[in-house]
């Protein structure tokens, strides 16, 4: 029997990589797929993207995956995030209420809308996203209600044939529960990058950091990559 | 008073070219959005598009226009659409039933998901765009249901304070009464483009053309372009 086939989005970070993992545990045809929008992090969230599809199915193993790297320059003309206009700081001391500078507008809107395009040409069933709601950095385009309304706005804007399921089995997760699954299901925590800022040593102090490591520290489990 | 936004989206084609002078005649205040995808005309669009956006505030008129002209490479790269992939032939033989090869996937759900990103940072209330669903080719992305369904997506995977309308005023004319609305308003349609094939002198034979001509038959006017 044919494999079904996911079109995992992955960024690169901690909770992308367990959401395409569980996807291929499920038995899926990972179809990996990965934004470059000059974000400032850019270059060390590709090299994590290829280490973390190689890691997937190791090498000498039967699977293929096929990867989609995609550039989308229209972010940088936009602006208006930090994580893309290098004249807008990095906010570093400590989350707040609200939506964050760092937000890049209706960005998982886009890369939902590639990614359905992608599902539909290569005939998959699902597109698995790595969103987290509540403990996450209050990002709109992360909800649980949005992404169930995105599914249907998909499957009435494709091919009456084109059904699309969207997975995001990471939604209702703390960051520490995010920890203590990656490591029961043996994924490679030291490929993956969360900080905004740096592309060598993790600052520390980002919200995307700060984030991380309070789910390492409450699951009680050392983070393996360098912090400044 | 400050004037209300509407993000136009402009492919240099009657329909939402129509849109356009639509929204400015409600007293929008417009925000040009056109998108080059490496389609076989697009040269030919992007002009036409220059054009119309400059003949919608004529100069010396107290207007400004803002213009967004993106560049996506994505759909060359995905291709499985005869407007993207020039190995397969644009049909010329008349309009079938089904979803034609020229069908690029969830195009218009790629196209919103960047107006509205940049409605969110341009404080833009409306997003208007020229979708046609019963005298049009039968693409799924642009039947009235998904655009409907889309706008609560937009607006639930943004912020809080983002709330857009999405316009769409030709969703059920027929192509003879666009030409009989667009005629009435002194739309200039000599500037308009809506050949899938050729840059200089409309095809007359492809499916998009062909709807064109048959509109213009109908309403009893000459249409201005030339044609092979």
Redesign the interface.
Known sequence: MKKKKAVCIMSGGMDSTLSAYMMRNLGYEIIAVHFNYDQRTQKKELECFESIAEALYPKGTAHEIKK?S??????K????SALTDTSIDVPTTGIEEG?PIT????????F???A???A??EGAEVIAIGVVEEDSSGY??C?E??IK??Q???N?????ETNIEIFMPLVHLKKSQIVQEAQKLHIPLELTWSCYKNEEKACGVCDSCRLRLKGFEQAGIKDPIEYE
């Open positions: 989609y995609l550039d989308i320059g229209f972010f003309e936009l602006g208006a939506v937000y890049v507008p209706f960005r998982n809107g886009i939902l809308s590639m359905a395009a992608i539909e040409k709109p385009d909800r209600s949005y309304s995105m249907q706005s998909i009435l804007g494709t091919k009456d």
